[in-house]
Structures are given as structure tokens and as C-alpha cells.
């Protein structure tokens, strides 16, 4: 309850976006929406992709994003080298492309853990977290929005 004093709701209709500043510099916004549509000025802001390790597309989420983005996620998915066969981007890590066709510059994919295959979920899940931040860092993204990761079919 106490996080709730300090948040403050946003006035402009963002779906009830809930706004927890962090820093001078830097705020948490939780919101409900369609991750696909979501940027902030199309130059240094991402969205992240919660991928499979192959990083070709699949349901939900995922799907949404290569579907918005257009065949050029994909072509450029292709061109992550594997780092063992069919996989691109092992679980915990993160991978970023262009965001093409999006609104958002930049998509950031990483793969959360199968719950329940994987000995430590919990370690696996931060580390996708982690490195996701770790890749937007790395281009300068100044803002990037995360979907929930390992949830539907993984979690």
C-alpha cells in the first residue's frame, strides 16, 4: 500500500497507467495496452519480445510483434547467428533488431524460462529481465516498454 501513495495515475487516458518514479531521471510505468502500437519517439525506445529460442515468431505476444512489424523481423531473426542449432537466443538471454514496421525503433527479444523444465526459473527469469535492460543499454534506448515474460504457454 505504501507504493501506492507515491504512484500517480496518468490524466491522459493511457489505460489507467500507474507511474512509479525511480529516480530524478528515470520513472516505472505500468500500463495496460497493445505492446505493438507502443513508442515514444521512434528513436530510442523498444519494445521487448518475449521469443522462443529460435526467435522466428510463434503465438501470442511474440506473434503479435513479428505480425506488426512486417517480414523484416523475421529476415533480420534469421540473421542472428545460432549460437547452437535452431537456437538464437538461449533462455535468459536477450538479442535486439530493428523494430521496423513498429512504432518503436528497436525490439529486444529475449526468452524467459519453461517453468516447468527449467531447475531454476526464478535465476532464468531475472536474467532475461537483466539482459534485455543490459542489449537496450548497449544502443542507447532511453525507453522500452516489457510485456510479462514466461507467462501463457511458458509459465
Known amino acids: 500500500m505504501a507504493a501506492t501513495n507515491n504512484a500517480s495515475t496518468l490524466s491522459n487516458g493511457n489505460n489507467g497507467a500507474v507511474?512509479?518514479?525511480?529516480?530524478?531521471?528515470?520513472?516505472l510505468v505500468i500500463q495496460k495496452g497493445d505492446i505493438t502500437k507502443w513508442f515514444i519517439d521512434g528513436s530510442?525506445?523498444?519494445i521487448v519480445n518475449?521469443?522462443?529460442?529460435r526467435m522466428l515468431g510463434g503465438g501470442g505476444a511474440d506473434g503479435?510483434?513479428?505480425?506488426?512489424?512486417?517480414?523484416?523481423?523475421?529476415?533480420?531473426?534469421?540473421?542472428?547467428p545460432?549460437?547452437?542449432r535452431g537456437i538464437r537466443c538461449p533462455t535468459g538471454e536477450a538479442r535486439i533488431t530493428p523494430g521496423f514496421r513498429l512504432p518503436a525503433s528497436h525490439v529486444v527479444h529475449t526468452v524467459g524460462p519453461i517453468y516447468y523444465s527449467n531447475s531454476n526459473p526464478a535465476a532464468s527469469l531475472a536474467?532475461?529481465?537483466?539482459?534485455s535492460l543490459r542489449v537496450a543499454k548497449e544502443k542507447n534506448i532511453q525507453y522500452?516498454?516489457?510485456?510479462?515474460i514466461s507467462c501463457g504457454v511458458y509459465g
Do not use: K, M, W
Request: hydrophobic share 40%; glycine share 2%; proline share 11%.
Open 50 to 53: 518475449p521469443a522462443n529460442e
Open 82 to 84: 545460432e549460437v547452437r
Open 144 to 148: 522500452i516498454a516489457f510485456p510479462a
Open 127 to 131: 536474467s532475461a529481465y537483466r539482459n
Open 64 to 80: 503479435a510483434i513479428h505480425r506488426a512489424a512486417g517480414p523484416e523481423l523475421l529476415q533480420a531473426c534469421y540473421s542472428v
Open 19 to 27: 507511474r512509479f518514479p525511480l529516480s530524478p531521471s528515470s520513472t
Open 44 to 46: 530510442s525506445d523498444a
